[in-house]
């Protein structure tokens, strides 16, 4: 039941932050034993809470607020670290907020800005097989981050000369959607210093430019295991 307390605390910062009303965000009944009142949690948006009610009785038992740190106002991306830690990219917080692996709230790190620790309208997260953070911040960058006593610590960046659709990682190795010299989608491998290996997944091509691009928009995820990278056009039923 956490995981939807988390999934409706998500809804109620988005809610306040795009609209500014003050409804009540969700709610979820958790189990409880036979003997005891059967309760379920709400989030509310006005002043962002969570809220926990006697379902029967349909009384308030606790009310606990949300800190600013708590709310996010944009998801972006979302990934785990390998001790089971979730993360969510909030882009409009230029942010990383961190979870236990039960949902409950643990840090928001990362701040607005261009700096080595800091976050500029960051849109995709991976996590590689060392815990290293990877980041596209701003569409043409790549930073790469460790989690380290609730700070982002710096593990080196690099630029690109093409805008970034998405991101996945097999291992170490980082495979990025963005174009090619002649403006359409494909897959770029990078080591995860920067290096670009190779690209692949020719782009659809149809007789104009302008559909070719368009239906070339799409997604990519990384299979580790098998090493395989799988690319999703958003308009076509192919894979």
């Known amino acids: 039941m956490s995981r939807t307390l988390l999934g409706l605390a998500v809804t109620a910062a988005v809610a306040q ?5 003050t409804p009540i965000g969700g709610m979820t009944e958790h189990p409880t034993p036979a003997n005891q ?18 379902v029967d009785r349909e009384e308030i038992v606790t009310r606990t607020p949300l800190s600013p740190e708590e709310v996010i106002s944009q998801i972006a991306d979302v990934a785990f670290l390998p001790d089971g830690r ?24 990362g701040e607005p800005g261009t700096g080595d620790r800091q976050l500029r309208l960051p849109t995709d997260l991976e996590v590689l097989s060392d815990g290293t ?19 982002l610590v710096p593990q080196g960046s690099f630029g690109l000369n093409y805008d970034v659709e998405d991101l996945c990682a097999d291992g170490n190795r980082l495979f990025l959607r963005g174009v090619d010299e002649a403006g359409r989608w494909v897959i770029h491998r990078h080591e995860a210093s920067g290096e670009k290996v190779a690209s692949f997944a020719p782009a659809y091509v149809a007789a104009s430019e302008k559909t070719s691009r368009r239906l070339s928009v799409g997604t990519i995820a990384c299979h580790a295991d098998s090493a395989v990278v799988v690319n999703a056009f958003e308009y076509l039923p192919v894979l």
């Open 17 to 21: 932050t795009c609209c500014g009303r």
């Open 37 to 54: 009142p059967r309760t379920a949690v709400r989030v509310e948006v006005g002043e962002p809470s969570t809220t926990q009610m006697d």
């Open 86 to 109: 979730i993360l969510v990219l909030d882009s409009g917080a230029n942010s990383v907020k961190v979870f236990a692996p039960e949902g409950r709230f643990l840090a928001s790190v």
């Open 133 to 151: 953070l990877a980041i596209v911040d701003g569409r043409r960058r790549v930073k790469r981050f460790r989690i380290e006593e609730g700070e």
